[in-house]
C-alpha cells in the first residue's frame, strides 16, 4: 500500500486469552476476506469484509491443524483412533520447526497381531488426527 502512496496500517496479532486473530484498521482501510484461497480460515475470521478499527475473529487461530501424526500399516490389528479401528502403530506430535529433522523413538512398545499369514507386502503411510494424508 505504501508503494502506491497509501498512508495505510494494518496490523495482525493474537488474542493469546482466546487464541483468536485481533486486526487493528487505520484510515478508513478494510480487508476484503471473501475471495477463495484466502487465508482468513487459518486467521480464524469469516469470508466478508472487515471495516472497523478493532476486530477479533470468530474462530481460533488455525495454523497448525496437525495435532498429531499416525504411522499407519496395513498388516496390523488391533489399534484404535478416536474409538475406531485404524491400522495406526505409532503417534506423536512433532516437536521441532517446520523443515526440521523429526527423530521419534516409541517410548512403550505395544505388540499388535499381524493380519497376514505371510507378508510379501506391506504398506506404510503418515497421516493426521483425522486420516489425511501429510504433504511431505
Not at 495454523?63 to 506423536?92: A, C, E, H, R
Amino acid at each position: 500500500m505504501k508503494q502506491h502512496g497509501h498512508d495505510a496500517s494494518l496490523t495482525i496479532s493474537e488474542n493469546t486469552s482466546t487464541l483468536k486473530a485481533v486486526l487493528i484498521l487505520q484510515n478508513d482501510y478494510h480487508v476484503d476476506f471473501r475471495p477463495e484461497h484466502s487465508i482468513c480460515s487459518n486467521l480464524g475470521f469469516n469470508n466478508k469484509v472487515y471495516t472497523n478499527d478493532y476486530q477479533e475473529s470468530e474462530n481460533a487461530i488455525n495454523i497448525l491443524s496437525i495435532n498429531s501424526i499416525l504411522v499407519n500399516i496395513d498388516v496390523i490389528s488391533g489399534s484404535y483412533v478416536n474409538g475406531q479401528k485404524y491400522p495406526t502403530i505409532f503417534s506423536f506430535f512433532p516437536d521441532v520447526s517446520p523443515g526440521y529433522k523429526i527423530i521419534e523413538t516409541p517410548a512403550n512398545v505395544v505388540y499388535l497381531p499381524i493380519t497376514l499369514d505371510a507378508i510379501y507386502s506391506l504398506q506404510t503411510k503418515l497421516t493426521d488426527q483425522n486420516g489425511n494424508l501429510l504433504n511431505l
